[in-house]
Structures are given as structure tokens and as C-alpha cells.
């Protein structure tokens, strides 16, 4: 038997570690980009061939024009997440965006971590942005992608009631901070291969801009887009998101 004093630090240990276990579980369903657990969000189905291509944080005066005649040269349309308020700032820009045929989401108005937000600014973030783009494209918007992959079950439930689906993925690098094209590319090469193993689409994000402010430099990112068109527009499909929604 155990005495009053070891007991009670064992207590402490056994708290101290289910504590550990609920932060862990509560990290992993509101930021890892496959969990299901807070709610059902569009990854990518079982369709090997197929690749969409998803850029985030823009729009971005000093990259998204080269961006888009990227895409243009190899008559791929792909779909951008935009920051509402850089949305606004760059409306000539967004609008180039649509009429050229690519599918734009809702990003929020300001890239907050939404898993840590109160639920009025919430709502917020999300109607602002949902409002500005619909006058921008001149219909609604249906697809958002949390930022950071980053949400809870009001995010999530909230998204539907506005008739946003909500969007993670499955191929992701650190292309944001990483300035190499060749490294950022050979991540994305791997987990695009490891997902078509898999018997999965492939769901990609790079980054046409920065949350923390416009024309952040995205070189390496752009290019790397256009490796990942040179290698594989010959043996996959390119689509926007709403080929799997559907």
C-alpha cells in the first residue's frame, strides 16, 4: 500500500499526464490536416490522377500575376484561398483571379488562428470575407480553408451554416519559409507519390502570399509550382476543388 505522500504525488503524476494527453488530442484534432474528429472537411478522394492545386494568403501584387500566366502557359485553373482583407486592397487583382477561371475560398478576413478565436469573431472573419468576394467573383463563395488548418467544431459547423465547405489537405511543405524551389518541389514530389501509392488524390498547398503582409516574396514557391506542372501534367488531371464536391 501506498503512503499518503506517495499517493498523492503519484496522483499528480497521473493528472499531470492525462492533462498532457487531452492538450495532445485537442492539437491533433484541431490542427493536423487529415483529422476528421472536430468534423468532416474536403481533403482529397480516392482518385490517384487527379491533382488540385491550392495556393493560400493571397492576393499577392508581386507574385500572383507571374503566377497565373504560370498557370495559364500550361492551361491548368487552380484554386486560391484569399485573405479578405488583402482582397480588398488588391480587388483588380482577385478579379483577374476569376475571370481567368481559377476557384477562390474563403481565407478569413485576417488569418487568425481560428481554433482560439472567440465565436463572434469568428462569424466575423468569415461573413466579411464571404461578402467581399461574392461582389468581387459576382457569386458566392463555397469553399474555405481554415488558416494554419487550424479550427474547432464551431469553426467547422459555423462554415456549413454559410455554405462553405471546409478544406485541410494532404500535401504540404514549408514553402513559406524555405528558399529553395528544388527542396520545396522534392517535398511536395514525395508526398504527392505517397498519397497516389495510397490510392489518393492529391490536395496541394503552396503560397502565392504572406499573412503578414503584402508582396512577401514567394519566388521559390511559384517556381516550385511550376515544376510540379512540368512533371506531372502529362500523367494527372489538374483540378479546382469543387471537381470533388460535386
Do not use: C
Not at 2 to 21: D, E, K, N
Amino acid at each position: 500500500m501506498l503512503s499518503p505522500l506517495a499517493a498523492s504525488i503519484y496522483g499528480v503524476i497521473g493528472l499531470a499526464g492525462t492533462t498532457g494527453l487531452g492538450i495532445g488530442g485537442f492539437a491533433y484534432a484541431s490542427r493536423w490536416p487529415t483529422s476528421q474528429i472536430f468534423g468532416r472537411t474536403l481533403i482529397a478522394p480516392r482518385n490517384p490522377g487527379q491533382l488540385a492545386l491550392t495556393f493560400d494568403d493571397g492576393p499577392n501584387p508581386a507574385w500572383t500575376p507571374r503566377l497565373l500566366d504560370i498557370l495559364a502557359e500550361h492551361n491548368v485553373h487552380a484554386t486560391f484561398f484569399m485573405v479578405g482583407k488583402f482582397a480588398k486592397s488588391e480587388r483588380g487583382l482577385a478579379r483577374r483571379v476569376a475571370d481567368a477561371g481559377h476557384l477562390i475560398g474563403n481565407h478569413t478576413w485576417s488569418h487568425p488562428d481560428l481554433s482560439r478565436t472567440r465565436s463572434a469573431n469568428v462569424l466575423d472573419e468569415l461573413t466579411r470575407t464571404n461578402d467581399l468576394l461574392a461582389q468581387i467573383m459576382g457569386k458566392p463563395v463555397r469553399y474555405f480553408r481554415p488558416p494554419f488548418g487550424a479550427r474547432r467544431p464551431y469553426v467547422l459547423k459555423l462554415a456549413r451554416q454559410l455554405g462553405l465547405v471546409p478544406v485541410t489537405w494532404n500535401a504540404m511543405t514549408t514553402d513559406w519559409r524555405e528558399p529553395s524551389a528544388d527542396r520545396i518541389a522534392r517535398n511536395l514530389i514525395k508526398k504527392i507519390d505517397s498519397n497516389q501509392s495510397s490510392g489518393y488524390a492529391g490536395n496541394i498547398v503552396l503560397h502565392d502570399g504572406s499573412h503578414r503582409g503584402q508582396n512577401a516574396d514567394r519566388g521559390p514557391s511559384i517556381t516550385a509550382a511550376a515544376q510540379l506542372l512540368e512533371r506531372y501534367h502529362r500523367t494527372h488531371s489538374f483540378v479546382t476543388l469543387d471537381a470533388w464536391s460535386k
